[in-house]
């Protein structure tokens, strides 16, 4: 593909479209050579710069007075051994890794109650990026990204900057990875992990109903957050991995950086003879945002206290009265199902057939007889719906279903398959039936966008976010920050504004 | 309903289970007595208190150190008048309502290009609340309530806790209403307004494909947040406006407080002979936790650079290739449609057909030529299940969509009626068919949660969170915080710890 970097940095929005070049890296051989985009003018560079030292002036709008999260006496995290670390109730293991970026690995919390660690996920990565463009044409059609097995999450992540990628007080780790020559390198500060306070609630309740005395509690909610950034050329995506001290888990992805965008001999729209002819909305001046799909697959092997774990559908299920029995006619109810076998627990969501999904212990209860365990708790739904035997859908097989569910096996890690590159959905999540009840079982979730780009996404595109919770369910007696303390005024920093001021 | 204070603040984890009188209002005569519940213990107060002072051992954590988020300088919004609040490029008016809890109206942008103030939303409240428990039996089926409309939110926010429930550098806002005895009273603090750093990213790009120089330019986000969290008994609604610098607003509910419970004849689980029969999980020794749903519905008057507007749905629909015209198979196409009538933008969402939702200015356009517009971001799905001719459902039809559009009317402006205590659903967003193309109208969207109770849960709930967005979409020429600053060091404040160190 070819871009024409004259008068800016940000060639991605200057396409020389329809110029297609195949290249044998074996023998360095120009294999094809493909010119479909006669006619389509480069786009101009006009606007397309987002350095900040290339600007003039600054937007309209009044200016924000300096605003930073502060510790005065330190974070309160700590990292043993370069990987290893301890916040509040959680420990678990933090790793750089070429192709999934960030591994964590390990992860254990602390009981309320008596204190023990107890497991919760041995390990949970992002498997698999799938990023197919709608848009057919010959220069194209190839577009359909596998960013981690084909360029590596890790390989792709630069230095995070600090304060902007991270807050102050972050704590950086470096990589260490073979080059595909085979050399070692340091990929440095690719990872940080900070404490933040984003200003959220964990838990409240005032009490006005009782007359003798009023009850105002409520505990501000601090957090653990491990992020990594990956810029797979135009694209950064920004995995964080969140911890709470209610023993919830939150893995967000935030989608930033730059369209892949198509040349258009159109300037304005009233030019287009036919916008049913165009892969997507005119978002410059001779510029198409093409509209991709984006599916984002996590391999969560949890270990719910222990290794055997089963997954059960927690269905909300219609009910109806019998004549006579209530003034109301209908209700819910849940109802559960163990999954035997990986078929069962290959989910395909059903928006008015509600379920909860947990991953329980079922030789471990709770006090009152419950089974310990977690769910997960969805966003981004979105899923596929390429046919399933589409080339870069039989590869990409994990975003038919939003969730499956695999027995452990060490090598199925990459739902993709081993080997991205040469896959023919041969080796896939899709590919791998077994029994999974009461058996160390793998979960994983794909995270879906639909995206149909708008001219505020150019030059570069503000930040769309989405996430999912492994949250315990019945893992704890009660609620296990119930005695947390809130904020009080005396523990407040005393700040005086910065050397600028 | 009954419940039992002794030993307790947190009587609601102390059912009377089946006591239940109906009372006539107006001659204060009790009509009915049922005793439904006899054999059902009491619940324990133990474990039920939350009060900080009421515990004397912390939980089996590292403590955190203190962490706040601090503004040297002040915070940089201003209120004028009381209510006009302007910061950085957004103008609001800002109130508190006795039903609707908190009130953002005439809310205007600042185009990043030329300073214009533009017109986003006439007014934005939440109109309804409708929260059915799934338990159909004489003492519970009663229990499917109106929050906004039977009690107010703006009549149950209670005080904010400073520093707990709302950042340092808050500023709050009082309500003043009519009690039920028509006398003027002042509901203090019930609105905080502060800028928030949640330790995210506004965009971000580093550039590693260019030989000669490298790029890492990001910048962190900065938002603004209403934020006012109406405690009706049991429950908390914590209610979030978000405003960001790129134009878009974000709007949160988080739920805490305390189940509404049942009591439960069971300890433990093992005691039951049948879990079918329960209406919810044992979340406690003879406490089940019933199954809520819960629906709260915006009304959300967009006024996209002036009065008249229209509503898009601009679906992605899947086509296919033709024969030896591409190696792949199928893709997406963006198909815009405009809704004609009312009936046209009922909106019930399909998972495998999916849309984006645009309200557009049909006569303002971009210098591209696209309408200029916002795009509703979905989350919280959830739509009710029950019969549409059930009593409760018939009141709260609103919930029967996800999204619904209507013409303006002053009137109508509560989703369940304007009295919706008296009403029969003949007075309901579900039956105000008029055409909308290209007028005043009204956006309407119901965030839903489906709600399984589990021990932690118990006694009170760590918050809940869902919500959606309204975001700019070919509103502005291009990204409209391109030349925004990055945070800089010198601008840091300088702090040392609190007296408490």
Chains 1, 2 share one sequence.
């Not at 006669?38 to 786009?43: A, E, H």
């Not at 992860?107 to 390990?123: F, I, Q, T």
């Not at 990594?228 to 023993?247: K, L, R, S």
């Amino acid at each position: 593909m070819c871009f024409y970097s004259e008068g800016t940095p940000n060639f991605y929005m200057r396409p020389i479209e329809g110029l297609v070049m195949t290249v044998d890296l074996d023998t360095m051989e120009v294999l094809k050579f493909s010119d479909t985009g006669r006619g389509i003018p480069i786009p101009k560079s006009t606007n397309t710069d987002y350095r900040y030292n290339a600007h003039e002036k600054e937007p309209e709008m009044e200016p924000i007075n300096p605003i930073s999260m502060e510790q005065p006496k330190g974070p309160s995290f700590r990292v043993e051994d370069g990987h290893m670390v301890k916040w509040a109730n959680w420990v678990f293991h933090l790793k750089a890794d070429k192709r999934a970026g960030l591994v964590i690995s390990r992860a254990m919390v602390r009981d309320s109650e008596n204190g023990e660690l107890r497991n919760v996920m041995y390990k949970g990565f992002s498997s698999e990026l799938f990023v197919p463009y709608m848009d057919l044409e010959e220069s194209w059609y190839f577009k359909s990204f596998m960013d981690a097995g084909e360029f590596g999450l890790g390989m792709s992540a630069l230095p995070l900057v600090p304060l902007n990628d991270c807050p102050r007080y972050s704590y950086y780790m470096d990589g260490v990875f073979a080059a595909s020559n085979g050399k070692p390198y340091v990929q440095h500060n690719m990872i940080c992990l900070f404490e933040c306070y984003a200003c959220d609630i964990s838990w409240r309740h005032s009490e006005s109903q009782l007359l003798d005395f009023q009850i105002r509690e409520t505990r501000p909610k601090v957090t653990l957050i491990a992020r990594m950034i990956a810029t797979v050329g135009n694209y950064d995506y920004i995995f964080d991995w969140e911890f709470q001290t209610d023993g919830l888990i939150r893995i967000k992805v935030g989608l930033s950086g730059m369209l892949m965008v198509k040349g258009s001999p159109y300037h304005r729209l009233y030019q287009v003879p036919n916008q049913d002819v165009m892969s997507g909305p005119l978002i410059s001046q001779n510029v198409t945002g093409v509209v991709p799909d984006l599916f984002i697959t996590f391999h969560l092997d949890m270990d719910i206290d222990g290794l055997n774990n089963s997954f059960v559908d927690v269905k909300l299920v219609k009910e109806h009265s019998l004549p006579g029995e209530s003034p109301r006619k209908s209700y819910l109810k849940a109802k559960r199902k163990i999954a035997k076998t990986e078929k069962d627990a290959q989910i395909k969501l059903k928006l008015y057939d509600p379920s909860e999904f947990h991953i329980i212990n079922p030789s471990r209860r709770s006090g009152l007889g419950n089974p310990t365990g977690y769910k997960i708790v969805l966003g981004g739904t979105a899923a596929s719906l390429l046919d399933h035997d589409d080339p870069p859908q039989l590869r990409s097989s994990f975003s038919n279903n939003q969730i499956w569910v695999t027995l452990y096996n060490k090598i199925e890690q990459w739902a993709g398959g081993l080997l991205a590159y040469q896959s023919r959905g041969d080796d896939t999540l899709a590919v791998w039936d077994r029994a999974i009840e009461n058996e160390d079982i793998v979960l994983w979730y794909t995270l879906g966008f639909h995206h149909i780009p708008c001219q505020e996404d150019f030059p570069v595109m503000p930040v769309v976010t989405s996430g999912f919770e492994l949250k315990p369910v019945n893992f704890f007696e009660s609620n296990p920050i119930l005695r947390a303390a809130p904020a009080f005024e005396k523990d407040l920093p005393v700040c005086r504004p910065g050397a600028s001021a």
